[in-house]
């Protein structure tokens, strides 16, 4: 038994800041450009038109515009962003 109760917590007591990772806008967002979109850890999400990488892999807008998730390929993503808002037309086409 110890003969003092805080004997060793002298060693404990610390914790890192959360990183604050993960998508900041999402899919159909009207967004400036500057926006930061997505933060990450290495290129899990791709740049697509009109996003830029920063240095930290965080992705970003270019102009302003509409973010648009999109395959990258098979197993990977890729963000976009568009003056007008993609895939509007083609749900208004199939509700007449």
Do not use: W
Not at 25 to 44: A, E, P
């Amino acid at each position: 038994m110890a003969h003092k109760k805080g004997g060793g917590s002298s060693r404990n007591g610390r914790d890192s800041n959360a990183q604050r990772l993960g998508v900041k806008r999402f899919d159909g967002q009207f967004v400036r450009c500057g926006s930061i979109l997505i933060r990450q850890h290495g290129t899990r999400v791709k740049p697509g038109t009109n996003v830029g990488l920063g240095r930290d892999y965080t992705l970003f807008a270019l102009i302003d515009g509409y973010v648009k998730f999109e395959p990258y390929s098979q197993s990977q993503k890729q963000v976009s962003v568009y003056v007008e808002r993609v895939g509007a037309r083609e749900k208004t086409a199939a509700a007449n």
